[in-house]
């Protein structure tokens, strides 16, 4: 039973707010974890603000300070790859970033699902975890996975998102993407 090289799990959890996704994304990669394993989908701004990110990090013209989630993000988050906005259907602008992107931007256009909720099922859920999942990000919390190679990884993730305070922590086969 050597699993060492299936890398095929990813550890999910959902994150309260903004400030513990970040959190726990800096958690994971302070813990080794690679930044090209990491992801995370949130809504952008809280007041149906979209703010695309380019990398810039100027305000945009008329930009409340609460509508600058998205380069709040993008500068907390830099690091982190190939982030960017994303329009949902049926739940709007969300940012993500890392290998989840991948699977929600191809779900979000070719799922009968739809959305985020295909994107899930896509990535190991169940359509029911993959609603209530769905349902925490509407209420504005963000979801946070990152790819683990083995059990000690495991381990180590689920660590860092209990010391964070996330909640619905789970482990996921995945599919590899590439």
């Not at 982030?83 to 779900?107: D, E, N, Q, R, S």
């Not at 979801?143 to 689920?158: F, M, P």
Request: proline share 2%; with cysteine; net charge negative.
């Amino acid at each position: 039973m050597n699993h060492e090289h299936s890398h095929d799990q990813a550890v999910f959890c959902i994150a309260d707010n903004r400030l513990e996704a970040i959190a726990i994304a800096e958690g994971l990669r302070a813990a080794g974890f690679r930044e090209s394993e990491i992801s995370f989908v949130m809504a952008d701004g809280d007041d149906g603000a979209e703010i695309v990110m380019e990398g810039n990090t100027k305000m945009p013209e008329g930009a409340t300070t609460g509508a600058g989630s998205g380069l709040l993000l993008g500068g907390a988050l830099g690091w982190a790859v190939g982030i960017g906005a994303l329009a949902i259907p049926g739940l709007g602008p969300f940012i993500a970033a890392g290998p989840i992107m991948a699977a929600l931007g191809g779900a979000a256009i070719g799922s009968a699902a739809g959305g985020l909720t295909g994107g899930l099922i896509g990535l190991g859920f169940s359509e029911y975890e993959a609603k209530e999942y769905e349902g925490h990000l509407k209420e504005g919390r963000a979801l946070i996975s990152v790819r683990v190679e083995n059990s000690e990884e495991v381990e180590r993730a689920k660590e860092i998102y209990n010391q964070a305070g996330a909640e619905h922590i789970s482990v996921k086969g995945v599919a590899s993407v590439n």
